[in-house]
């Protein structure tokens, strides 16, 4: 790769427990798999062999993503590599629904109701966050602290979580609300977008899965 300028780079964490059970997990702390760990180790892997050096990276306050980072970073060679956390980056609050298989959460509420609550970007589950209120807590923050480090010429890494970069990408690739219930980012599935500066926007460039050769 010629340069790392003007960067994006998007990764959701490896497989964590509550992915491995099929339990709704929202704010609820689960730690990797194995399977999470080698996901995580062979995205980093994989942006190595692209030749990806990155100069800041942004990562949420739950320990999947911290985890997924940390081993993303070991991978590259870049353990040195300065990191903030927020939570603004936190994956959506499942509320009543966090903990529950999604078998049992079928049963309890119904099948509609929670493929609703699921994909949908406005419905709001029992005590919990609709995509829109993720969106909404997320996307300032990134505004403010991660867009102006790629316009200025960096290269940024953001290790976060299924729905926080589904609101995420409802900016960036400008999708429409009733098409985001179509959009599913994979574990370790890393997006790349590249920052123009002459239109001021950033645009997708590439999308590696988890189990793509590198």
Excluded at 134 to 143: D, I, V
Excluded at 157 to 177: F, Q
Aim: proline share 4%; charged share 25%; aromatic share 6%.
């Amino acid at each position: 790769m010629d340069s790392n300028k003007h960067t994006l780079v998007l990764v959701r964490h490896g497989q964590s427990e509550d992915n491995e059970r099929e339990l709704f997990s929202g704010l609820r702390d689960p730690a990797l798999t194995p399977r999470g760990v080698e996901e995580a180790t062979k995205a980093g892997e994989m942006l190595r062999s692209l030749g990806y050096r990155f100069d800041e990276a942004f990562t949420s306050r739950l320990r999947r993503a911290q985890h997924t980072l940390a081993l993303i970073l070991d991978a590259l060679g870049q353990t040195d590599l300065p990191v903030h956390a927020d939570a603004a980056l936190n994956e959506r609050d499942y509320g009543a629904l966090a903990g529950l298989n999604k078998t049992e959460a079928r049963a309890q509420f119904g099948v509609e109701q929670v493929r609703t609550w699921r994909k949908s970007y406005d419905a709001v589950p029992p005590g919990g966050e609709s995509l829109a209120m993720t969106g909404a807590r997320l996307w300032p923050y990134f505004e403010r602290a991660i867009a102006p480090r790629v316009e200025s010429g960096g290269c940024v890494l953001v290790v976060a979580h299924g729905n926080s970069l589904r609101s995420l990408l409802m900016r960036l690739d400008r999708i429409e609300p009733r098409h985001i219930e179509d959009v599913n980012i994979g574990t370790a599935e890393i997006l790349v977008y590249r920052y123009d500066a002459a239109s001021r926007t950033l645009t997708r460039a590439a999308a590696i899965a988890a189990n793509a050769s590198a």
